[in-house]
């Protein structure tokens, strides 16, 4: 049984409690691992239009540690990373916590020198049709 100070927690926490996804296209959160070969120094998020001040969190680790971020909606916002090491590379988006909504990522960039080395595409398919 559950103490009675637990409720009100699940109750905010229950699907029926306000939503802080950026829509029904866009994933709260996903993750992707690259291979980037020669290392890297920047880390780039494209980001769909959305609500004043949703935002979203950027994590990329790799052999040498993490490094995360917040990117708003609507824009570009990019990290600069010392000594991005070459290998497996996991990127990851989540919702920002402390935002009002979350945004959406429609893309995850690694970048070396002004180029990219590896991206992921998280923008939502075409529907068949449209």
């Known amino acids: 049984m559950l103490p ?3 409720l009100p927690w699940i109750a905010l926490a229950s699907p029926t409690a306000p939503s802080m996804t950026a829509g029904a296209d866009c994933a709260e ?3 992707a691992a690259v291979e980037v070969v020669g290392g890297y120094d920047a ?3 494209v980001t769909a239009p959305g609500a004043p001040r949703a935002a979203l969190v950027v994590t990329v680790v790799d052999r040498d ?3 995360s971020f917040t990117a708003r909606a609507g824009g570009t916002s990019s990290l600069s990373v010392a000594g ?9 988006i989540e919702p920002d916590l402390d935002a009002p ?13 002004g180029e990219v080395v590896a991206a992921v595409d998280l923008a939502p398919a075409p529907v068949a049709g449209s």
Request: include cysteine.
């Open 101 to 113: 909504s979350g945004a959406c990522a429609l893309k995850l960039e690694l970048m070396r020198g």
């Open 4 to 6: 009675l100070f637990v």
């Open 65 to 67: 540690g993490w490094s």
């Open 84 to 92: 991005g090491g070459g290998g497996a590379v996991t990127l990851a």
């Open 43 to 45: 880390v780039r998020v």
């Open 29 to 31: 959160a996903s993750r």
